[in-house]
């Protein structure tokens, strides 16, 4: 038997006290680490308490536009690509003077006289020393750095707001460089322009507001209070805002309406809305420190004003005739054959069958391509080559309803309304047209384009991609003329998607010609794009059309020129 000597015995205890001893030190340092981890979040939290978030608006200071080397200095900064850029300055230089820190920023303006689509960049601009009513080639600044970009349909009147890489602003005079792309062009409201607000400058940013947690004495943000005489109404509605009881701790010293169509720098406005839609409309206050806040979102909703104003009991006229011309489908014959409407309307259709029924109270469109060239289903306007001389007013109301198993064709485009002048072989002059997937980059197949060929082929996208047994109220108001006099506006489902002066008669047959309504899907003209669309399983197409209205006006009339929306929009 073997037995430990006294030795080991007291090796084995040694080791056992040394083992107890660098325990206890070990949760000793864990606690001054815990400790001193504690002491560390705390200290950061209370530095971080030091620091303020403020956010300022700083109006555009310079703005103009560049066009073939010259520069313009107008009421609307103007985007195109290849063509003009647009360049605004700003001066942060107060954010420096509160030694701030810019955390983020925000560019703001407002579509006006041009509506577009497609992709604007920010750039910023490598000097600042112009003057919007000298710039040209030679001043203008040289693009740097890439701040932010967006790429969308840009309506009239909508505010777009593009955020920025605030890393590369500095509290300072900066030139922002706006260059448009892949799209139509565009133009937004300079500080020139009467009725709305310039570009803005949104900037958030840090300050120090001194030792310790406590902000006795700092500037607070101010409180935006806005409130409406009305939330709902029939257009046109009009609305009295009051902004006067919104408060600042130093004063309010700005207001700034934004009606999602118009603006306002007064504290107590009344705004007219005289188109159907939901308006977001909001108030943005701003202090003597410059400190802004914006009020809460008011929604004015606008209905249609249609009912009871023109009732639907038959009473048309021909193309050439002035006045309200009214058709009620369910006073229709059916089928709808040759001349209809007492001569007022008659049927465009290729194929056999001549006829276009009717369905539900609603006239059908189908066009069912068999190889022989069938690609059209329309009704239009009578007689034929009707002439309107320049001048002309016209305004179109119908709803216009995609069928259950209606299908995007990825390949074919087509029209569902057009105005013809009647010259064989001339586009028509306007037209409603559902594009394919190749027409236009960055839009897909099936949005609705806004087509004008009177002026070399313009094409204007207005968002809206109609889905299967989707129906559309639209409005088309139309002045014939050249550009300087002309007028082209659309409305879809109350919202106004196009709007601009420019000519919508031909320089070479100067007169306005007849509508037609249907399905005019012109490449099936041609089997390989009949069977295109067969292999996306598409073997027809079908949309039916409700009632329909159309005021013609002449100068001289004692209406003409006056807003007609409510008259002829869509029941």
Sequence with gaps: ????????????????????????????????????????????????????????VFPVTQDAYLQSGRGHNKS?????????KGYLMFDLSKIDNLSGKITSARLEFIIDSDPGYGRIEVFEGDSNNWKENSLSNNSAPNIENQLGSV????????????DLNADKLLPELNTLILRHSNGNDLAFASKENAKLSGSQLVVTYSVTTGSGSSNTGTNKAPNAVATASTLTGKAPLQVDFTGSNSSDDKGVVGHSWDFQGGSSSSANTTHTFDNPGIYDVTLTVTDAEGLI???????????EAIGGNTPCNTDGGRAGETGLKLWCVDGMENPLSGSFANGDLKVDKDGSNSTIPKENGRIKFNVTPDGSGNKRAEIRTAPWNVKHTLGTEEWFGWSYTFGNDYVIDQNSQWKFFQVHNGVVGESPQIGLEIINKNQ?????????????????????ATGITPRAGQTLDIVVHAIWHNAANGLLQVWINGTKVYDKQVSTVFASHPWAGNAKWGIYKWPWSSQSNVQKSVNQGIRGLTTYMGNLKIITKRPGDPDYGSNSYSRVVPD
């Design 440 to 460: 236009f980059g960055g839009h897909g197949a099936g949005e609705i384009y806004v087509t004008n060929s009177t002026t070399s082929q313009n094409y204007n």
């Design 151 to 162: 790429q969308q349909v840009f309506p009239l009147y909508k505010k777009v707001r593009i």
């Design 293 to 303: 806040a914006v009020s809460k979102g008011l929604k004015i909703t606008v209905n």
């Design 1 to 56: 038997m073997n037995l430990r000597s006294p030795n080991s015995l007291l090796y084995f205890l040694c080791f056992i006290a040394i083992s107890l001893l660098l325990n206890i030190s070990c949760n000793n340092d864990m606690d001054m680490a815990s400790d001193a981890v504690l002491n560390e979040q705390a200290t950061y939290a209370t530095a971080k308490s030091n620091l303020e978030l403020k956010t300022t």
């Design 76 to 84: 609307i900064v103007r985007l195109e690509e290849n063509s003009r």
